[in-house]
């Protein structure tokens, strides 16, 4: 089981990023998928996640209306659309799949989880 994200990097604020994550060994089409990120001295936070159909989603409160998860079970991959950038979305953002098939924010409901692609959004 792999989890494998990319496509973070070096923005300006307001800017936008997509991010990217394949996964690998197994289908996770019958699973919920999120993104989490950890900014340096704090803790993972979560900040979207995808219901097994893409039909549901979720978002932290500091990113709804500015981020947008999808994902292509086709492609076994999961997105993170990133707009309007802020300096306080800087951090490494992780990609996990989670055990239950529904949208959820609990991290403990997440068993599988990629190495993470770091954003710095600079002023």
């Known amino acids: 089981v792999q989890l494998q994200a990319f496509g973070g990097g070096l923005v300006q604020a307001g800017g936008s990023l997509r991010l990217s994550c394949v996964a690998s060994?197994?289908?996770?089409?019958?699973?919920?998928m999120g993104w989490f990120r950890q900014a340096p001295g704090k803790e993972r936070e979560f900040v979207a996640s995808i219901s097994w159909n893409g039909v549901s989603t979720n978002y932290a409160d500091s990113v709804k209306g500015r981020f947008a998860i999808s994902r292509d079970n086709a492609k076994n991959t999961l997105y993170l659309q990133m707009s309007s950038l802020k300096l306080e979305d800087t951090a490494v953002y992780y990609c996990a799949v989670s055990s239950v098939a529904v949208v959820t924010r609990s991290i403990n409901l997440y068993s599988a989880w990629g190495q993470g692609t770091l954003v710095t959004v600079s002023s």
């Open positions: 060994g197994r289908t996770f089409s019958n699973y919920a």
